[in-house]
């Protein structure tokens, strides 16, 4: 189904929810510096109603399983505005809208509150002539609201009657396709020189306090608060790479993931939007589903000001390449500007956060890969190609009280070696040689095996090459690797894929026992699993009582 609208005098329906005055200027808003006034804005965000949700869209899928349907949009960002102009601009024609014919809930709504209001759960169609009776029966049996509020026009036009008046008459082009295109200066930002090491006093005593640092403590507090098995649908617990929703009727599931590192973005915006992007793909792969697209919500500080404009720049080339690389395209996306407050001349200004959301598919979602590591004796695998980039990494951020710029440049990013690599793994976890699979992201490969070890509650023994640093091999953020776990049987099968398709693997270590054992000639580092899980999941509900008892 599409949302261009065609065929002039085709009725144009409204469904769903009552319209109200809540999320008016909510697009603007998002978009808008935030000064004293800040508490005054609340009634631009809308309260959305999740049961009406789901009521609109079985009612929607009803009505798509018959022929009743033209063009279909939902009304998202400026509500009736941006959902009929984008529809009539779609399709080449103009519209026409009755306003009072517009479902309301709040008395003497005028037609500026109607057309720029967000509530949510509502709909907007343009129908076949004649199943409007047909389309209604469906809405009221679902408890709906059902209206016809206007026609689809030959003028190009969007014009609103109110009260027996025209109240607007307007071309769509300049709303639309020739809405001005701005070419703002711009300042690249300087990626910061390499950082030097501070050095290695306590490995164990380090991964205990990444575990329950925020960027990494356990959501299990949060996820809990809600019904997350809701409709049987989600087929991995929360907690792991990427979430996995099976689709009825057969064996496929989708995978989902949401990312963006904003430490990254400040110090390389380049760098930072290629990895939000590789990101999402990495984690869609480590469950064992083929990555297919992205949407983005692109969150950014003054665009005026050109170093703020240098990091959307930056970011968006960033994700450019990375998109190119791996075959992984930007479907759609919004944008939310000016998060900063003007008083303190942009000191509070966000850092550039450009969250990648994607989405992949799986044949068999029974197949699906998680990070818990399964059984005892299993081989642990690193595969991808260690660099012990230690920049921007979370280890100097939360043991070193080292960040921003003297915090040295992002990890760099191989696009041909992510796509061997995913590509490598998820074939694995098809053919049954995985156990488990995580990918190597904040925390570095420490964080990743304790992980893999709090889930499937196995610990494991870690060898580690002697040359090098120990805290830079196990907390550098290095790009590109996952770390796996495969049965004796199957490991030489997979370490001859990996040679076939240029992929460096390294076996790491096996599970065992209930601790993390950590090898080295120069001394063991050893952290229980009971110790680590009291950090992991210790974070948020002491941080959230705390807050309780304040209040």
């Not at 990895?275 to 480590?286: D, F, K, L, S, Y």
Request: aromatic share 6%.
């Amino acid at each position: 189904f599409y949302s261009a609208a065609t065929g002039v005098g085709n009725p144009i329906v409204y469904v769903g929810s009552k319209t109200g005055r809540d999320g008016i200027h909510g697009a603007t808003m998002a978009s808008a510096d935030f000064e004293e006034d800040a508490d005054a804005k609340r009634p631009t965000v809308q309260v959305g109603d999740p049961f009406t949700e789901r009521l609109l869209i079985e009612a929607c899928l009803e009505l798509m399983a018959s022929d009743a349907i033209v063009a279909i949009q939902d009304m998202g960002a400026a509500g009736l505005t941006s959902s009929s102009v984008e529809m009539a601009s779609k399709g080449g024609v103009g519209i026409e809208l009755i306003m009072d014919d517009v479902p309301q809930r709040e008395e003497g709504m005028t037609a500026y509150e109607m057309m720029l209001s967000e509530s949510q759960e509502r709909m907007l169609m343009v129908l076949k002539p004649g199943r409007e009776d047909f389309a209604e029966a469906i809405f009221r049996k679902w408890e709906l609201d059902f209206a016809v509020i206007g026609h689809v026009t030959e003028t190009g036009r969007m014009v609103l009657r109110h009260k027996g008046e025209v109240v607007c008459d307007i071309p769509l082009a300049p709303l639309a396709d020739d809405a001005p295109l701005y070419d703002r200066p711009h300042v690249p930002t300087e990626v910061p020189a390499a950082i030097t090491s501070p050095g290695c006093q306590d490995p164990a005593a380090d991964l205990l306090k990444l575990m329950g640092s925020p960027d990494i403590a356990s959501r299990r507090w949060i996820w809990e608060q809600y019904d997350h098995m809701v409709g049987g649908d989600t087929v991995q617990r929360p907690g792991g790479d990427a979430a996995v929703v099976r689709v009825h009727g057969t064996q496929k599931g989708l995978a989902m993931s949401t990312d963006c590192t904003p430490r990254y973005c400040y110090a390389d915006p380049v760098t930072g939007g290629m990895q939000a992007v590789v990101e999402t793909w990495r984690n869609i792969t480590a469950v064992g589903a083929k990555p297919l697209a992205i949407t983005n919500c692109l969150n950014f500080a003054n665009p005026q000001r050109p170093e703020i404009m240098g990091q959307i720049v930056g970011c968006l080339e960033g994700m450019s390449q990375a998109c190119r690389a791996l075959d992984y395209p930007i479907v759609s996306g919004n944008v939310s500007l000016y998060n900063e407050s003007k008083a303190t001349g942009g000191g509070s200004a966000i850092l550039p956060t450009p969250a990648i959301g994607g989405v992949g598919l799986m044949a068999d979602w029974s197949k699906s890969a998680t990070i818990a590591f399964k059984g005892t004796g299993d081989v642990i695998v690193l595969i991808g190609t260690p660099k012990g980039e230690i920049g921007q990494s979370l280890w100097l951020r939360e043991v070193h009280d080292i960040e921003g710029r003297e915090a040295g440049p992002p990890p760099s990013i191989d696009l041909d070696a992510e796509r061997r690599t995913g590509d490598l793994v998820r074939e694995a976890i098809t053919a049954g040689h995985l156990t488990a699979v995580h990918d190597v992201s904040d925390g570095g490969i420490a964080v990743t095996v304790a992980e893999m070890a709090l889930a499937g509650n196995i610990g494991a023994l870690i060898q580690f090459p002697e040359q090098g640093e120990a805290c830079r091999q196990l907390f550098a953020e290095d790009q590109g690797l996952y770390i796996a776990t495969v049965e004796d049987t199957a490991l030489m099968d997979f370490l001859a894929n990996a040679h076939q398709a240029g992929v460096e693997v390294e076996r790491i270590g096996r599970t065992a026992g209930t601790r993390l054992i950590f090898e080295r000639e120069d001394g063991d580092f050893v952290v229980s699993l009971d110790d680590l899980r009291r950090a992991h999941e210790g974070f948020f509900p002491a941080l959230m009582g705390a807050d309780a008892a304040l209040a």
